[in-house]
T-cell receptor
């Protein structure tokens, strides 16, 4: 099956620094999504991307859908302590039928922010 | 607005005991529903998904089963729990309109299951 390679696996940064993480795939996705998970809670959708080359922002977060459809990145600017958590990328296919709504998740990036 | 509920929040069960986890969604109709398991805070493994009442697809052969008795209710069950069933179980929903927006999945708060 499809697999996503998410990197880095973990990051330790100082408050105020910018953060960048990415996901790559060996096959094409038509949708890329980024989630954040706080300890003991369910993941929360941050950004959804639907077009190759699309660049979308949500506050201090910016994500891009790669031109090849096989990658995506997420940037966080001016990090703050509440950015701590696990960030997951996910790729989706909308080829019709039961392929709708089935996502492939990356293994996550653990972000630690030191005050 | 839509909300998703899961219960119980935590559960400790002995090996060999049965399991029933419940998930309900409010504020939408005919959603796609999903059960995931997450081990050690990393990686979400899709267990089951459903596109309608009584329609269940299994992604991984295992000791678990799922049912969807009502449009917005999704249940994860087991007849006899194994130690390896321990983990964080997440339910999610997405629109079931047959479009790209179906890819946007929204997760519940999760159930922490410990099998002893």
């Amino acid at each position: 099956g499809q697999q996503l390679n998410q990197s880095p696996q973990s990051m330790f940064i100082q408050e105020g620094e910018d953060v960048s993480m990415n996901c790559t795939s060996s096959s094409i996705f038509n949708t890329w999504l980024w989630y954040k998970q706080d300890p003991g809670e369910g993941p929360v959708l941050l950004i959804a991307l639907y077009k190759a080359g699309e660049l979308t922002s949500n506050g201090r977060l910016t994500a891009q859908f790669g031109i090849t459809r096989k990658d995506s990145f997420l940037n966080i600017s001016a990090s703050i302590p509440s950015d701590v958590g696990i960030y997951f990328c996910a790729g989706g296919l909308n080829a019709g039928g039961t392929s709708y709504g089935k996502l492939t998740f990356g293994q996550g990036t653990i972000l630690t922010v030191h005050p | 607005s839509q909300t998703i509920h899961q219960w119980p929040a935590t559960l400790v069960q002995p090996v060999g005991s049965p399991l029933s986890l419940e998930c309900t969604v409010e504020g939408t109709s005919n959603p796609n529903l999903y059960w995931y398991r997450q081990a050690a805070g990393r990686g979400l493994q899709l267990l089951f998904y459903s596109v309608g009442i009584g329609q269940i697809s299994s992604e991984v052969p295992q000791n678990l089963s799922a049912s969807r008795p009502q449009d917005r209710q999704f249940i994860l069950s087991s007849k006899k729990l194994l130690l390896s069933d321990s983990g964080f179980y997440l339910c999610a929903w997405s629109l079931g309109r047959g479009r790209a927006l179906d890819n946007e999945q929204f997760f519940g708060p999760g159930t922490r299951l410990t099998v002893l």
